[in-house]
């Protein structure tokens, strides 16, 4: 079964700096979809970035981006400038395709952000 | 666009009651997900629907949570009855298809007490 490990449960990141969230998974599957997300206190789960596994290119959204290692398993998220609004929980999800296509979440970072 | 709507935010219960969950998915999307979320998780499927069949519904307790879709657009999910450890909050989403990006609502977050 496919499982998605976050290590770190905080983070702290000054303001205008960078700070990387970890991500591992495993699977045994070729053909899959990472994803981070970013859910504020209202709950909603709004989706930061995308990354396919058949591409070795790294995603990039703005100020978010991956650092993607198939063979290590690993999926971590960059987020550069931080700003206020980016203090939330993050969640590294896997999502095999094909199949059911279901999302599995890791247990979340919770990042805050020190002016 | 309007998003994925659920209500109510919240619920309080006493355990044994009974509980059901309301979610309207983004106009067109044929796929629909109930997702359980405990304090400190992230959140697990519980079911998913295409149209108005069941997909998978392989961690869903179903013997005291149930889930519908009728006409394959407004969902329910229903448990009866309730358990102290059913406290979490209930995440719907939706999506063009199974291999779209999935939209999720702002959830409902029950308390058994």
């Known amino acids: 079964a496919q499982t998605v490990t976050q290590s770190q449960p905080e983070m702290s990141v000054q303001e205008a700096e960078t700070v990387t969230l970890s991500c591992t998974y495993d699977?045994?599957?070729?053909?899959?979809?990472l994803f981070w997300y970013k859910q504020p206190p209202s709950r909603q789960m709004i989706l930061v970035i995308r990354?396919?596994?058949?591409?070795?290119q790294n995603a990039t959204e703005n100020r978010f981006s991956v650092n993607f290692q198939k063979a290590a398993k690993s999926f971590s998220l960059k987020i550069s400038d931080s700003q206020l609004g980016d203090a939330a929980m993050y969640f590294c999800a896997y999502r095999r395709t094909p199949g059911t296509y279901k999302y599995i979440f890791g247990t979340g970072t919770r990042l805050k952000v020190l002016a | 666009e309007a998003g994925v709507a659920q209500s109510p935010r919240y619920k309080i219960i006493e355990k044994r009651q009974s509980v059901a969950f309301w979610c309207n998915p983004i106009?067109?999307?044929?796929?629909l997900y109930w997702y359980q979320q405990i304090l400190g998780q992230g959140p697990k499927l519980l079911i998913q629907?295409?149209?108005?069949?069941?997909?998978?519904d392989s961690q869903l307790p179903k013997d005291r949570f149930s889930a519908e879709r009728l006409k394959g657009v407004d969902s329910t999910l229903k448990i009866q009855p309730a358990k102290l450890e059913d406290s979490a909050v209930y995440l719907c989403a939706s999506s063009l298809d199974p291999r779209a990006e999935a939209f999720f609502g702002q959830g409902t977050r029950l308390t058994v007490v």
């Open positions: 699977t045994s599957e070729s053909d899959y979809y």
């Open positions: 990354q396919e596994a058949y591409k070795q």
């Open positions: 629907f295409q149209n108005n069949g069941v997909v998978d």
């Open positions: 106009s067109g999307h044929a796929t």
